[in-house]
């Protein structure tokens, strides 16, 4: 029992999150389906399917007509603009948008590296997806020097002092990623930043698996980029690029004539997918909206009552209302992923990657990578996912494109991990039933 993170759990208000997720209500051979995929990609709320929808039906056009639905289509692009701003805490002109994460990054690597060559390194880590590996890779044919920095084995954290070892005056970028979406691991991005910018290198952050998990801000991070995927944090399938002004203007784009020298336009190329950037800004409402209705910051400090009303006073923007959301959001996952880890490590079969110490939990997101120590054939990474896919149980197996990863702990030939992805608006019921599923089918 853990009274502590139960007392939390009580002050999230679950059935109103929860019933706004059409998705959620699902069943599996029967049985409710347990949504623990969200590393793969999130649900959404009603109102990020009505804002694509009513796009689509009312507003649908291209930009910069003179005429009523291509102006309100320039409206909801502004609008999106300026949710994400306030989601990253950057300006408006900072903020780009693209298909997903990694287009955005192979643009964002294209235009970096024609100003580079023989002589100059790139930093990337043995912990991040590929996104933000292969994008930097991909310089090694214009003569770019391409290191590594590597991990902790132990706990599948980011040995930083390697990783200030291999910085030096070549380095002309530092690619890492904000936290691990195979076994959870946040790094310390702000002081990686540091040590980069003192070395004279940009830091380009992939946030993607970090962004439904914590508070980001570009601004205290200081860093040059960062990159997120607004499908991870509740809202539609599109990437988001923040790049800081000095950048976005000096860096040369590969784009079309025609297309405007302005920033952030010239790093968005074609016509964007207008209808999910319109679900862009209802999932950034959704967030605050979180924020608005709990009573996150009561009188003793602890989490306290989620009611339907409105926060009665200190949130008067959006970006204070997303700061008050995700205090919420950490408590109750933090909560989950405590009773999550304790009940796993009770079952002997099983190893757990990564931070595993209750006293480094600050360290981890409610992201888990698991495999049955000398697994048989039945019990690989996909039998397991499978057999809980049947009970109604969402994990994923494999390396999720965190291959570096798998390959250098040497999983990947046997199956990498079962991954198992908390957000907010799963449940301790949720977590208990899983266990107990989890012990069944090992035990059968
Ligand atoms: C940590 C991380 N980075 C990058 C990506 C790639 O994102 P996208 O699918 O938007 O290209 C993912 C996708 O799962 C991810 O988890």
Redesign the pocket.
Known sequence: MLPTETAVLAALDLAYIRAQFPALAQTVNGNPAVFLDG??GTQVPQHVIDAISNYLSRDNANTDGAYATSRRTNATLAEARSAMADFLNCGTDEIVFGP????LTYAMSRAIGRDLGPGDEILVTRL??D??VSPWLALEEKGVTIRWAEIHREDCTLDVEDLAAKLNSKTKLVAI?Y???AVGTINPVKEIIRLAHAAGALAYV?A??YSPHGLIDVAALDCDFL?C?T??FFGPHM?VLFGKREHLQRLRPYKVRPLTDAIPNRWEWGTLNHECIAGITACVEYIADLGRHGDSTCGDGRLGRQSSEARPSGISTRRAAIVAAFESIHRHEHALMNRLIAGLSQIPQLKIYGITDPTCFAWRCPTLALRVINQTPDQTPLALATKLGDRGFFTWDGN???LNLTEHLDVEKTGGFLRIGLVHYNTEEEVDRLLEALKEILEG
């Open positions: 590393p793969g997903n994460m990694t287009t991040d997806h996104a933000n990623g936290a691990s979406n992939d993607v698996h990159v995927s499908y991870k990437g999720y494109y965190a």
